[in-house]
């Protein structure tokens, strides 16, 4: 039985004594309902009190029943009231223990702020790429929300440096602002950058004069929801076809078909050799869409004669089950996501 369910049967029972004893006073000494009451609770409380009115025989004998049975009931009340209000506090404490210590043993993971309307729809789709996630947001509300779903988090301002180090942000990846107040996004990037000066940091704008504040602050992607809002459904209706093979390449777990972006680390195994000669066509069934280059510039539909170098980002399409093969022999750990790339 747990401590709140014992407090609540203690509860009840003492709500029947007081009314037992209230209504045995009226009987027996035929009292008023305001000295049997008074004369029940400070028998039940033993403060000490004199009688109201002078006892009868029966009226001694019952008080001593209510002694016996309600003193007991009143000392248990108290012990059940301290245990829940202990345990609680003990659970609390060791809740909270635990996830700090979860906390700190994360590392490379990525620091989202604002667990809102933008928030909750980008933890999941970071999530199941396994990408470590830790949330930060300022709704104790929200807290319950993140227990459910599991991701660990910390209840702040994610204006506050002091909150983002609880959230790890010196062994983070990147960081996430996605809080619903420009400025709050502007003043989390730049408090972010300050903190760690290699992190990679994405916020969240809504419009072209937020875009411009936040790259200068230190933002190194911005998105503006209304924008790519605007521009998806602009998509949906020019070119439906095309925007549904990107909804099922990126969106939908039963489609074998998957896009990603794999970096070419100095220890690849396929390196300083021609797209022709790599195998990745013939070997892996995978397309490579374009390869950024180290300087930014982006070539579309390589050639087969264009050559895979260290620094170089390959963009490849195929089934998903392949896709983990080729980053292998690009020099990436097996995995997806961020855990992929040095951000």
């Known amino acids: 039985m747990t401590s709140l369910a014992r407090l609540l049967i203690a509860l009840g029972v003492s709500q029947v004594i007081l009314f037992a004893g209230v209504t045995g006073f009226m009987l027996i000494e035929k009292w008023g309902f305001v000295d049997s009451l008074y004369m029940t609770l400070i028998t039940l ?12 025989r029966t009226g001694q004998i019952f008080t001593i029943g209510l002694i016996i049975v309600g003193v007991g ?12 209000i202990f345990e609680g506090h003990i659970q609390a404490l060791l809740e909270k223990r635990k996830l700090e210590k979860r906390i700190q043993a994360t590392k490379g993971h990525l620091v989202l702020c604002g667990y809102g309307r933008i928030g909750s729809m980008v933890a999941p789709m970071l999530a199941e790429t396994g990408v470590p996630l830790v949330v930060v947001d300022n709704d104790p509300q929200h807290a319950e929300a993140l227990e459910t779903v599991g991701y660990p988090y910390v209840i702040g301002e994610a204006t506050d440096e002091v909150v983002l180090e609880r959230a790890g942000l010196g062994r983070a990846k990147g960081l996430i602002s996605c809080l619903p107040s420009a400025a709050n996004n502007l003043y989390v990037t730049m408090t972010a950058r300050e903190l760690k000066s290699d992190l990679f940091i994405l916020a969240r704008a809504d419009d072209e004069r937020d875009e411009k504040r936040l790259r200068k602050a230190g933002a190194d992607q911005v998105v503006l929801p ?6 998806r459904m602009a998509m949906a209706v020019l070119r439906p076809t095309v925007t549904d093979f990107i909804d099922q390449t990126f969106h939908d777990p039963s489609f074998n078909l998957q896009m990603e972006e ?5 220890e690849a195994t396929l390196k300083d050799v021609t797209l022709l000669d790599s ?12 390869i950024k ?51």
């Open 45 to 56: 409380t033993t403060v000490g009190f004199g009688e109201v009115h002078q006892l009868s």
């Open 73 to 84: 009931t009143v000392f248990y009340i108290f012990a059940a009231i301290n245990t829940y």
């Open 226 to 231: 209304n924008r790519l809002g605007a521009r």
């Open 262 to 266: 794999l970096p070419v680390r100095p």
């Open 279 to 290: 195998g990745i066509r013939q070997n892996l069934d995978l397309i490579v869409v374009a």
């Open 293 to 343: 280059k180290p300087d930014g510039t982006m070539q579309y539909n390589p050639p087969s004669t264009a050559r895979i170098e260290v620094g170089d980002t390959l963009i490849a399409l195929g089934p998903k089950t392949n896709l983990p093969r080729l980053g292998e022999l690009l020099g990436n750990p097996r995995a997806t996501g961020i855990n992929q790339f040095k951000l």
